[in-house]
């Protein structure tokens, strides 16, 4: 039994962090730690090309690390190349990974140039491939870990039926699907009737389900899966808006509630918790990256912990122009 049966049979539904990239990076991960463990984390995104290539190895495997902490932790990957996947599967089973997942649903445009990432949903064929490729270097008997894929409904329109029920042929052992096509990026409302419909598929070929999509809490969530069907619940965008949404009871006791705009939420030592978990954040990314990841990266973050009290919008807009983590700790440490 792997673990994804594991958490089924445990849990249901279970919660997860969706794999999202330049954002669960490991250091992230360890704030997400603070504030409240999902049932499972997943890394941001990880190509096979760069990872197989010696040069590439070399500046990529830092994204892979991980504590104890995390597990059960996911890696997942993307690309094109089945060989490349095997391989990237072997190392992630001598990294200890708990699970490997395949990128099938990113509609970024340089990733759908490679033929990587959504548009994999337009090559049923490939997509197979990969999927069986992955499963091979995942390893054998009780040493290997579960393979799952994370796609959407269609390319340029819906075909879940079809598409799913391809993917279903390569065995997977559990399937995330993100209820938009790829051209509907996040524009559009998630078409959870089409998941349910995915559900129904997944689950009669003994997969694991897990639903994506506009879920913004841990009740929300809880009544999507008991709505249509799904074993598991993904939530990405959702952090932004809570970074505790994983947390018993989806919201701390001391913490108000961040959906507050920032004229009507009250002054008080709520808006130093932020700010300190801010600090922490900028603290880690500085230990961790140094100067091998651009501080910009950071600033996606600040929206996230500098909201929900009166001045917040204008220290957001202070911090937005700082060029370096340096001076962004100065601000924050004379706002504390």
Not at 223 to 243: E, H, L, T
Not at 277 to 296: P, Q
Request: hydrophobic share 40%; with cysteine; charged share 30%.
């Amino acid at each position: 039994m792997n673990f994804w049966q594991k958490l089924v049979k445990k849990k249901k539904p279970f919660f997860a962090l969706a794999p999202m990239a330049d954002v669960t990076d490991p250091v992230f991960r360890q704030v997400i730690l603070k504030c409240g463990k999902p049932d499972v984390l997943w890394t941001e995104f990880v190509s096979v090309d760069g990872l197989s290539s010696n040069k590439g190895y070399k500046k990529l495997i830092r994204h892979l690390k991980f504590s104890k902490k995390e597990k059960p932790i996911v890696v997942q990957f993307f690309g094109t190349k089945p060989e490349n996947f095997y391989k990237c599967a072997q190392l992630a089973v001598k990294l200890g990974f708990d699970g490997i997942d395949i990128n099938m649903g990113c509609p970024v445009k340089k990733v759908a140039k490679q033929g990587a990432g959504a548009k994999l949903i337009s090559n049923s064929e490939l997509a197979k491939e990969i999927i069986i490729a992955t499963k091979r270097g995942a390893g054998s008997g009780s040493s290997r870990i579960p393979v799952s894929v994370k796609t959407r409904i269609g390319f340029n329109k819906i075909d879940t039926k079809n598409w799913i029920s391809e993917i279903i042929r390569a065995k997977p052992d559990a399937i995330t699907v993100h209820g938009r096509t790829s051209k509907e990026l996040s524009m559009v409302p998630a078409h959870w009737d089409e998941i349910a419909k995915a559900t129904k598929l997944i689950k009669k070929a003994g997969i694991v389900a897990i639903g994506n999509g506009d879920v913004l809490s841990v009740g929300e969530g809880m009544d999507k899966a008991k709505r249509y069907g799904v074993d598991g619940i993904m939530i990405g965008r959702g952090i932004f808006q809570n970074p505790w949404v994983f947390s018993e009871g989806n919201f701390p006791k001391g913490i108000f509630d961040p959906a507050l705009s920032d004229e009507k939420a009250p002054f008080s030592s709520e808006r130093n918790k932020r700010i300190k978990l801010a600090l922490y954040h900028l603290k880690l990314h500085e230990k961790f990256w140094g100067k091998e990841r651009n501080y910009d990266n950071m600033k996606k973050f600040f929206k996230m912990y500098i909201s929900g009290w009166e001045g917040a919008k204008e220290l957001r807009m202070e911090l937005m122009i700082t060029k370096s983590a340096t001076e962004a700790f100065t601000i924050l440490t004379r706002t504390k």
